[in-house]
């Protein structure tokens, strides 16, 4: 029983694909192989038995199929349901946003030398440090928002997985894989496909994500339509 309550909170932990790569929400450290003393060591507990503990040190099958199937997702068929075409200007503005930044911090410290020998008054500091703090609000302002908006989705072939693609704070392509099951559609988001933008959010989570249709361009209007019902 005590092994099943372990198995269960360590397989809950999984949550989401990052290109194929499944990630633990807090990952363990890794201990050694079956029969190394260390291992035996890190996983004793006090008022556990012998054939519990051995227990820990086992992968469990549910857990490697888990596994197997997470990094399965990154290699199968694909094809475009919805894709935004402005997502290029939004990735270039992104790395705009981390050049400015970077310019704005490395003119700090020479303003900062001048001002202590002297040759620069203490409101041209004040002003360059205004400058960068501002850069900086503005860039987590922006990358906050851009990292929610879909560039592109897709369906595999069975239509159970969508696959998402959006943009990092670095403004780099990272891709989700959902289950279709677990997407609203936009009728459950309380959404109408006349608005502009509409949201893009799960059952299983409070995160919340967003595409347009006026904006955006529909690929493959039924396999859209399978995942967020019918746009009528």
């Known amino acids: 029983m005590l092994r099943a309550v372990f198995t269960s909170r360590l397989s809950s932990r999984l949550r989401c694909c990052n290109g194929g790569t499944c990630l633990l929400s807090n990952p363990r450290r890794p201990v050694g192989l079956p029969g190394d003393p260390r291992a035996l060591s890190s996983t004793r507990r006090p008022g556990l038995t012998p054939s519990v503990q051995r227990g820990l040190q ?117 891709d989700v894989y959902l289950p279709v099951s677990d997407v609203m559609t936009i009728g459950d988001t309380g959404d109408s496909s006349a608005e502009t933008i509409l949201k893009l959010k799960r059952y299983s989570s409070a995160e919340t994500m967003y595409f347009s249709i006026s904006h955006g361009r529909i690929v493959d209007r039924q396999g859209f339509e399978k995942v967020f019902g019918s746009l009528k």
């Open 58 to 174: 086992e992968p469990h099958p549910h857990q490697v199929t888990r596994l197997a199937r997470c990094s399965e997702l990154s290699t199968e068929e694909y094809s475009m349901v919805y894709h935004l075409p402005h997502i290029k200007l939004l990735r270039a503005v992104s790395r705009l946003k981390l050049l400015q930044t970077g310019i704005t911090l490395a003119i700090l410290p020479p303003v900062y030398y001048f001002h202590f020998t002297g040759e620069l008054s203490y409101f041209l500091v004040s002003y360059a440090t205004g400058i960068a703090m501002l850069a900086g609000v503005m860039l987590y302002t922006a990358s906050h928002f851009l990292r929610k908006v879909v560039g592109m989705m897709y369906l595999d072939s069975s239509q159970t997985t969508l696959k998402v693609s959006h943009l990092t704070f670095w403004g780099r392509r990272h």
